[in-house]
Nanobody
Framework: QVQLVESGGGLVQAGGSLRLSCVASGSIFSVDVMGWYRQAPGKQRELVAAIASSGNTNYADSVKGRFTISRDNAKNTVYLQMNSLKPEDTAVYYC???????????????WGQGTQVTVSS
């Protein structure tokens, strides 16, 4: 089991910045991917950004150039720095953890409880 605890959401004006953090604990794999998804009211959950333990990153087109994902492997923590926020970034942001067991190839997927980000115009 992996537990994910998020923090850093809140209310900010358009053009402002927020930094989300997610700490993972439990049965952490040495090779994994951590990331952030978001879900706005009435919309499907979508990938925002992800970062592998190797450091490779992936971003949604809508946040490229504005958001930066990073991680501290020693602290099992992933961060999402969100700059130039727009009202359309308003959503619940969920931390995500993915790993594949090297022995069994079983996938391990976990979600955080979510943190609200609201951007006012």
């Amino acid at each position: 089991q992996v537990q994910l605890v998020e923090s850093g959401g809140g209310l900010v004006q358009a053009g402002g910045s927020l930094r989300l953090s997610c700490v993972a604990s439990g049965s952490i794999f040495s090779v994994d991917v951590m990331g952030w998804y978001r879900q706005a009211p009435g919309k499907q959950r979508e990938l925002v950004a992800a970062i592998a333990s190797s450091g490779n990153t992936n971003y949604a087109d809508s946040v490229k150039g504005r958001f930066t994902i990073s991680r501290d492997n020693a602290k099992n923590t992933v961060y999402l720095q969100m700059n130039s926020l727009k009202p359309e970034d308003t959503a619940v942001y969920y931390c995500h953890y993915f790993a594949r067991s090297p022995a069994t190839l079983r996938e391990h997927i976990y979600w955080g409880q979510g943190t609200q980000v609201t951007v006012s115009s």
